[in-house]
């Protein structure tokens, strides 16, 4: 059964930083792509930044480059996204996904797993 566990998020002034982490189980291979993806209200689903490990790639949506920083855990199946400089814009519930090869971080908010979501609050 797979399962994503995310961590992480909270409240925080504009100009602060947050890590999520999420932890990925019931997949069988390594070379599994993750990502997150956010949602605020009133809004669509927005691709924040992906990894594929076996080709190395990772995507970043423009919105929050320089910024965020996607990285693999040490642990198999791990990602954390580093959020620095946050917005009030950044305000939103994000979603780890996850996704088997063959997969790829162009895909994103069509990857076939997801966590429960963790909120995200940034005030001015």
């Known amino acids: 059964q797979v399962q994503l566990a995310e961590s992480g998020g909270g409240s925080v002034q504009a100009g602060g930083s947050l890590r999520l982490s999420c932890a990925a189980s019931?997949?069988?291979?390594?070379?599994?792509?993750m990502g997150w993806f956010r949602q605020a209200p009133g809004k669509g689903r927005e691709g924040v930044a992906a990894f594929n490990p076996s080709v190395g790639s990772t995507y970043y949506a423009g919105s929050v480059k320089g910024r965020f920083t996607i990285s693999e855990d040490n642990a198999v199946n791990t990602v954390s996204l580093q959020m620095n400089n946050l917005t009030p814009d950044d305000t939103a519930m994000y979603y780890c996904?996850?996704?088997?090869?063959?997969?790829?971080?162009?895909?994103?908010?069509?990857?076939?797993?997801w966590g429960q979501g963790t909120q995200v609050t940034v005030s001015s």
């Open positions: 019931g997949f069988t291979s390594s070379t599994t792509c």
């Open positions: 996904a996850a996704d088997i090869p063959p997969c790829s971080t162009d895909h994103l908010l069509h990857y076939n797993y």
